[in-house]
């Protein structure tokens, strides 16, 4: 069954289905989503969790076995796989076929993937997975929406703020949902009356801009790599977590591979970087970029930062700061992008 977001909070508190699919290319969100869905099945003693991520060469046969075994410290488990590039393939496809016509009740299926195109949503897969449990699509908070989304966090915070003030903070994060909870959560400490006026809100976007992610991330676009590399240093002595930096990065790639794809197929840039809301006065900066990185270098720099994902979750045995500083350099152009330069064993 397809579940609205905003309904799986209701829909936990009534029943616990055997499959959740998330679907969506906006972080935050598939992360409360899946955080609500394992609370949840932790109270219904589902105590144990087993997570994979089903890259190139994955072995599906391991996942079964999980699934039919029985585990030594609790009744039932959580089955978590992530798969990055949205495509089983065919293996996977059986797999999930397989899974869901024996479905145990010792399981839970917990499935994280990129936004699945209409070609994906009518494979036998899918369908499966479609009927028997809930897919959850999660869509991104475009730039008309992001004041009343933040308003909504803002009276979940119990923090009142007018207009103006929402609408500074709004530009303030040009859609990146996670800077905007952070954000939010300085608000707390500093707005002890839960009142925050367009001057106060204006003083803390102030104080919080000597470094940032977005200055970074222009300083990438436009080739700035000592620019970038002292800003992302600047981040990381200021206590910035690498998952903030690394959704920033990724979220930048798969616009600059969208836009490209678009243009190889006939399409202007300019529409291109309108259907992918891109905001006017990031658009040079998107376009230069575009002239400078080939399709294919964009690629494995999206599969470098899956690696670096990885590193951070504690899933690989990396530096995740030194493959930041490698994945920036090689972004805005002072490292080349090719694979023996990529700080990252892409065979792990």
């Known amino acids: 069954m397809r579940l609205h977001p905003d309904k799986l909070s209701r829909q936990l508190k009534q029943s616990l289905e055997p499959i959740y699919v998330l679907t969506g290319d906006e972080p935050l969100l598939i992360q409360e989503a899946a955080d609500a869905i394992r609370g949840q099945a932790r109270a219904k003693g589902f105590t144990e969790r087993e997570l994979f991520n089903a890259e190139a060469r994955f072995d599906w046969q391991q996942v079964l076995t999980e699934a039919n075994s029985l585990s030594l410290f609790a009744d039932k488990k959580i089955l978590e796989l992530r ?18 016509s024996n479905i145990s009740a010792d399981n839970l299926l917990l499935v994280i993937l990129p936004k699945v195109d209409k070609a994906s949503q009518n494979t036998k897969w899918f369908k499966a ?6 897919i959850v699509q999660v869509w991104p908070v475009n730039a008309a929406q992001m004041p009343q989304w933040i308003k909504h966090r803002l009276d979940q915070a119990g923090i009142h703020a007018n207009h103006q003030a929402i609408e500074i903070l709004a530009e303030r994060v040009e859609g990146n949902l996670l800077a905007a909870i952070q954000e939010i959560e300085k608000l707390k400490l500093l707005a002890p009356e839960g009142e925050i006026d367009s001057e106060m809100m204006s003083s803390v976007v102030t104080d919080s801009a000597r470094y940032n992610v977005f200055t970074m991330i222009d300083r990438i676009l436009d080739g700035d790599s000592v620019g970038a590399i002292r800003t992302l240093r600047g981040l990381r002595d200021e206590g910035t977590e690498p998952t903030a930096i690394l959704w920033a990065l990724t979220r930048e790639l798969r616009i600059l591979i969208k836009a490209s794809e678009q243009a190889a197929s006939g399409e202007s840039i300019d529409s291109a970087l309108r259907k992918l809301r891109v905001w006017d006065k990031h658009q040079p900066l998107v376009r230069k970029a575009l002239r400078r990185t080939r399709p294919a270098q964009l ?12 590193a951070v ?4 045995d990396a530096l995740p700061w030194d493959e930041l500083t490698s994945m920036v350099l090689s972004m805005s152009g002072a490292n080349p ?10 065979r792990e």
């Open 83 to 100: 798969i990055p590039s949205g495509k089983p393939g065919r293996e996977g496809g059986q797999f999930f076929q397989d899974y869901c």
């Open 337 to 346: 992008v090719h694979p023996s330069n990529l700080r990252l064993a892409l």
């Open 313 to 316: 979750k504690g899933m690989r």
């Open 129 to 134: 997975l479609d009927a028997h449990g809930a």
């Open 299 to 310: 690629t494995m720099l999206l599969r470098q930062a899956g690696g670096i994902d990885r």
